[in-house]
Every structure is written in C-alpha cells, then in structure tokens.
Nanobody, 122 residues
Framework: VQLQASGGGLVQTGGSLRLSCAAS????????MAWFRQAPGKEREFVGA????????FYADSVKGRFTISGDNGNWTLCLQMNSLKPEDTAAYYC????????????????WGQGTQVTVSS
C-alpha cells in the first residue's frame, strides 16, 4: 500500500490550499482515509476523515467549516480543501488509511503517506 500526498505550500492568512493523497496497492472501498497534521514540537493531531464506503466525512472542531474532504473512488484519491487558513494551521500534513472504522486516533491507521508542508504566514 502506498499513499502519496501532494499540494502543500506557503500561503498568507485567509488563503486557500488543496492537498491530494493518492492511494494504491489494494482496494480501499472499506477504508477510512484521513488527514492528520503535526506542528513542530507538538503531537500529530486529527484533521478530518472520510469513509469510502458511504462518503461520510468528519472533522476536528478546529477546522470544521473551513476544511472540506472529498474523494474520487475511481482512482482512490482523497483531497483536502483548506480555506480561510490561519497561522495555527501551519504543520506537516499526513494522509492515512485504516480499516478499523471511523477514528480520530493515529493508532487506528495502518498506512501513512509522507508529510506535505503547509505554512501560513501572518
């Protein structure tokens, strides 16, 4: 299984970025795919996730209303649209895939992509 994340960059406060994560190596129809982020000196935290089975999404309170997750199950690509970005959104963003149902815990995600850096300047 491989997860390939892309789309990070530098943006000003209030701007937008779109991250993508391409998954390959096995069927993902029963997977939950998620985004996590990790700022320097902090623990990795849950951002949001989507169930491929029913398309349901759920988010951390800190990003609800600003971030939107969508997916293309034709090529198992998960996207994270980030709007109204704030300096506190600055972090390395990781995509992950798990098969233990909806979860906000890193322990429930077996597969991880490499991080993509998002930097929001004030």
């Amino acid at each position: 299984v491989q997860l390939q994340a892309s789309g990070g960059g530098l943006v000003q406060t209030g701007g937008s970025l779109r991250l993508s994560c391409a998954a390959s190596g096995r069927p993902f129809s029963d997977a939950i795919m998620a985004w996590f982020r990790q700022a320097p000196g902090k623990e990795r935290e849950f951002v949001g996730a989507m169930s491929w089975n029913d398309g349901r999404t759920f988010y951390a309170d800190s990003v609800k209303g600003r971030f939107t997750i969508s997916g293309d199950n034709g090529n198992w690509t998960l996207c994270l649209q980030m709007n109204s970005l704030k300096p506190e959104d600055t972090a390395a963003y990781y995509c992950a895939a798990g098969f233990r149902g909806t979860s906000r815990s890193t322990a429930d995600y077996a597969y991880w992509g490499q991080g993509t850096q998002v930097t929001v300047s004030s």
